[in-house]
T-cell receptor
Framework: ETGVTQTPRHLVMGMTNKKSLKCEQH?????MYWYKQSAKKPLELMFV???????ENNSVPSRFSPECPNSSHLFLHLHTLQPEDSALYLCASSQDPLLAASTDTQYFGPGTRLTVL | GQSLEQPSEVTAVEGAIVQINCTYQ??????LSWYQQHDGGAPTFLSY????GLEETGRFSSFLSRSDSYGYLLLQELQMKDSASYFC????????????FGSGTRLQVQP
């Protein structure tokens, strides 16, 4: 248990569906992240939020829409996805690594295994 | 841009020592991290090196040489439960919070 929870753990959706992934952290962190992990590929950063503000968007297609209502919650809204979007979506949190004395430690949730049919 | 290279697979026997290397290219450098991920699980933090040298945490040690853009993770007294994927990661660019991860090294520990 890392203090970061994600729901749902598994999701199957059609290409025309709209769904949302939820992430919650109980660690008092300021920064939250979405990563995509596909088979045989490195973890790919999607978005970074710090104090609810999006600070990085790694050229993610607009069919992925993040939302960060507060420092503890992060959502990823999905619509009109493609089969190649099937992957494990991981949420992580950390103290702001731009602050002094940071060790860059990120705490990951268990992920949502997404299958797009 | 940033890139990291690490071997895709390593096999070792219980009780042995294994070293997983990582070379990186970054425009800046703040530190090299290592994460472990078991099949079906989330990545978990193992170690972090910001300065040259060896950091030891129990059976695991991590080394960094900034001049060589190189680091390694050393696992001693291997146990079956150490079978997992190991990722190195850097936060290299000024002002960025995100980590860039290597493609991972799958370690298989055999009896």
């Amino acid at each position: 248990e890392t203090g970061v929870t994600q729901t749902p753990r598994h999701l199957v959706m059609g290409m025309t569906n709209k769904k949302s992934l939820k992430c919650e952290q109980h660690l008092g962190h300021n920064a939250m992240y979405w990563y995509k992990q596909s088979a045989k590929k490195p973890l790919e950063l999607m978005f970074v939020y710090n104090f609810k503000e999006q600070t990085e968007n790694n050229s993610v297609p607009s069919r992925f829409s993040p939302e960060c209502p507060n420092s503890s919650h992060l959502f990823l809204h999905l619509h009109t996805l493609q089969p190649e979007d099937s992957a494990l979506y991981l949420c992580a949190s950390s103290q702001d690594p731009l602050l002094a004395a940071s060790t860059d430690t990120q705490y990951f949730g268990p992920g949502t295994r997404l299958t797009v049919l | 841009g940033q890139s990291l290279e690490q071997p895709s697979e390593v096999t070792a026997v219980e009780g042995a020592i294994v070293q997983i290397n990582c070379t990186y290219q970054t425009s800046g450098f703040y530190g090299l991290s290592w994460y472990q991920q078991h099949d079906g699980g989330a990545p978990t933090f193992l170690s972090y090196n910001a300065l040259d040298g060896l950091e030891e945490t129990g059976r695991f040690s991590s080394f960094l040489s900034r001049s060589d853009s190189y680091g390694y993770l050393l696992l001693q007294e291997l146990q079956m439960k150490d079978s997992a994927s190991y990722f190195c990661a850097v936060r290299g660019d000024t002002g960025r919070r995100a980590l860039t991860f290597g493609s991972g090294t799958r370690l298989q520990v055999q009896p």
